[in-house]
């Protein structure tokens, strides 16, 4: 199992990206996919959670501004994060994580840089 994260990149504040994050290779379920993330010097940190069933959950940081979701019929396995007024302290590394089978994998990660 791999997952491949992308759409990272340099936006300014205010502005609005989409991480993507999709799971290949033998899957027979997975059970939930959260995107962390980790900015220069700081600890690792939960952004946003899914679940298999659709119920979501985000750190108090990022509420109102960052969407988490799975494709429309979940065929893709494929989690985005819609990020929205982006902010300065938003800059950092993002990763995926997947619940898949029961066992924990992680995505490389995607740097998001907001800067002016």
């Known amino acids: 199992v791999q997952l491949q994260a992308s759409g990272g990149g340099l936006v300014q504040p205010g502005g609005s990206l989409r991480l993507s994050c999709a799971a290949s290779?033998?899957?027979?379920?997975?059970?939930?996919m959260t995107w962390y993330r980790q900015a220069p010097g700081k600890q690792r940190e939960l952004v946003a959670h899914i679940t298999n069933s659709g119920t979501t959950s985000y750190a108090d940081s990022v509420k109102g501004r960052f969407t988490i979701f799975r494709d429309r019929d979940n065929t893709k396995n494929t989690v985005y994060l819609q990020m929205n007024s982006l902010k300065l302290e938003d800059t950092a590394v993002y990763y995926c994580?997947?619940?898949?089978?029961?066992?924990?994998?992680w995505g490389q990660g995607t740097l998001v840089t907001v800067s002016s």
């Open positions: 994580n997947a619940l898949i089978d029961l066992r924990y994998y």
């Open positions: 290779g033998s899957i027979f379920s997975i059970n939930a």
